[in-house]
């Protein structure tokens, strides 16, 4: 059977799907920007962007765009009703201070104790990119990661230890991929969805860490 791989907008569908209504969230850069779109607005979930904005959603009418409304990715949104901006130290005070119920970031690697590497390679030739990133590592109480499982030369980026710049440490919970859903917790992996025509076998063998498959303990 061909592997069911997830398109990265199946995965921010996906995450998008397990934030509870009235959850504060804030969006990082990059993939996670598009879990905006895949919101419905009858489980009013509050948006937060750390250049100062909250209470957006995603740009629904390009003829009504405004150029002075974006994200930190300096993407287009469109504001909610009772939405907000705010000085820029404000908003790292929501992301330092715990306000924030879930922060949703993209990453480089990921170490099966929740270490997250998602600002920088190492490598000489690329730009580093911290953001915001390191508060919400620290600040949120729940940190979800989309990426996916493999990089461009087929290296897994969960792995036992980081090998790059560590961002936060011990603070990822959730991983969505396109081939799967780990939970991590006390040092340990938990497998809790796999796609469609992959085995548990052929996933271990995909990733830099030992796996569990709590899928059966439903």
Known sequence: MTIQ??????????????????????????????????LKPEHEIILHSENGV??????????????????????LISM????????????????????????????????VNGDLANWHTGSADTVPAVGGAMDLAVGARCVYVCME????????????ELTYPLTGANCVNRIYTDLCIIDLKDNQAFVTEIVEGLSFEELQQKTGCVLIDARTAA
């Open 54 to 75: 909250l209470g957006f959603g995603a740009l629904t009418s390009k003829e009504h765009a405004d150029d002075d409304l974006i994200n930190a990715g300096k993407e």
């Open 80 to 111: 909610l009703g009772g939405g907000s901006f705010m000085h820029s130290a404000d908003s790292f005070d929501i992301m330092r201070g715990g306000h924030l119920d879930i922060c949703i970031l993209g990453a480089f690697q990921v170490a």
């Open 149 to 160: 499982h493999l990089t461009k030369n087929n290296e897994p980026k969960i792995v036992n």
């Open 5 to 38: 791989k997830r398109s990265r907008e199946q995965i921010v569908e996906r995450v998008a799907h397990d934030i509870a209504p009235g959850s504060y969230v804030n969006l990082g850069i990059g993939l996670p920007t598009k879990v905006a779109g895949y």
